[in-house]
T-cell receptor
Framework: AQKITQTQPGMFVQEKEAVTLDCTYD???????LFWYKQPSSGEMIFLIY??????QNATEGRYSLNFQKARKSANLVISASQLGDSAMYFC???????????FGSGTKLNVKP | NAGVTQTPKFRILKIGQSMTLQCTQD?????MYWYRQDPGMGLKLIYY???????DKGEVPNGYNVSRSTTEDFPLRLELAAPSQTSVYFC?????????????FGPGTRLTVT
């Protein structure tokens, strides 16, 4: 079974609108962390946001927020007020702390239209 | 502050050749990782290390070897290169196993095997 599933290979959003990128995960570890990374066309991996499995509040970092629904095993990224510079690949990742494994999804390519 | 550095940036290998991808971090991180990213895909873990002298296999270790003689360096060795190893290789490090510590990524090495 896939550890991280991102079901949206590509998405379009109008500049200044909000967009949600979906991520579901699968783990038997009780202690884990969920991460989102951005990969622009230049190729580097940029860390955006983190959510711990025991965190009760949804994580926020500027225009990024993580909609964490533990029972549904989902960790969707919400980008508010999209900008042209947000056009990139976005990867959801999970770290299983007890097994010390790190898994990435296949990514969602976001295109922001002017 | 250099962070995670990788050399070379690009390399073309012939089938059956061998090479070592270099990775160095200057942040005194215990955890280091090697990933490969095939076109249009997410990252897959090849090997990781939790400290000098300790390494372990990830999802896709076949055809690769690693060593970790110092905290700073984590080279990845490809023996008998095959076209299936054409990919972008990322090295990453993180300071600890638990908590919100994201992985810090190097810029990547683009490898083509022909």
């Amino acid at each position: 079974a896939q550890k991280i599933t991102q079901t949206q290979p590509g998405m379009f959003v109008q500049e200044k609108e909000a967009v949600t990128l979906d991520c579901t995960y699968d783990t038997s570890d009780q202690s884990y962390g969920l991460f989102w990374y951005k990969q622009p066309s230049s190729g580097e991996m940029i860390f955006l946001i983190y959510q711990g499995s025991y965190d009760e509040q949804n994580a926020t970092e500027g225009r990024y927020s993580l909609n964490f629904q533990k029972a549904r095993k989902s960790a969707n990224l919400v980008i508010s007020a999209s900008q042209l510079g947000d056009s990139a690949m976005y990867f959801c990742a999970m770290r299983e702390y007890n097994f010390n494994k790190f898994y990435f999804g296949s990514g969602t390519k976001l295109n922001v239209k002017p | 502050n250099a962070g995670v550095t990788q050399t070379p940036k690009f390399r073309i290998l012939k089938i059956g050749q061998s090479m070592t991808l270099q990775c160095t971090q200057d942040m005194n991180h215990n955890y280091m990782y090697w990933y490969r990213q095939d076109p249009g895909m997410g990252l897959k873990l090849i090997y990781y290390s939790v400290g000098a002298g300790i390494t372990d296999k990830g999802e896709v270790p076949n055809g690769y070897n690693v060593s970790r003689s110092t905290t700073e360096d984590f080279p990845l060795r490809l023996e008998l290169a095959a076209p299936s190893q054409t990919s972008v290789y990322f090295c990453a490090s993180s300071p600890d196993r638990f908590g919100s510590y994201e992985q810090y990524f190097g810029p990547g090495t683009r490898l083509t095997v022909t």
